[in-house]
């Protein structure tokens, strides 16, 4: 890993029961974190112990150079990734955006080309070991 990819801010999306336990393990991250959840009351926890808060995904674009994406289903993904408040929005090329959720192969590869469009790198990163993995850091 280089020095550049170490201090690279990071973005993290949901904030549920698998990606809050992630990010709050990215809390220390040297680039800094920014989180994102339609919830507003998941995130304080993150904005009282250091992290910087927005309200739409395309935001978290604009502070982070690796983004991860942990929601609900394919939908939610690619709301986040092409809608109208998405990543791809704001998103500078070299961009890095790790899918944690559970999604299709075939949104994989469609999310991966209109990720491509925008020099944007996908990456489906699925994760197992469940909340109680990820609280331990075990994923």
Do not use: K, Y
């Amino acid at each position: 890993m280089t020095t550049e990819s170490v201090s690279a801010p990071v973005g993290f999306i949901g904030l549920g029961n698998m990606g809050a336990p992630i990010a709050r393990r990215l809390l220390d991250w040297p680039g800094g974190l920014t989180v994102c959840d339609v919830r507003p009351e998941v995130i304080e926890p993150f904005v009282d112990a250091g992290a910087r808060a927005v309200a739409e995904p395309a935001q978290v674009a604009t502070h982070a150079r690796i983004i991860c994406v942990t929601v609900i289903d394919d939908a939610q993904v690619t709301e986040v990734l092409t809608g109208p408040s998405g990543i791809l929005r704001t998103a500078a090329p070299g961009t890095v955006v790790a899918v944690h959720s559970t999604i299709s192969d075939r949104t994989a590869q469609e999310l991966a080309a209109r990720c491509a469009e925008h020099e944007v790198e996908f990456v489906d990163a699925p994760v197992s070991g469940g909340a109680p993995g990820a609280t331990r850091g075990s994923l």
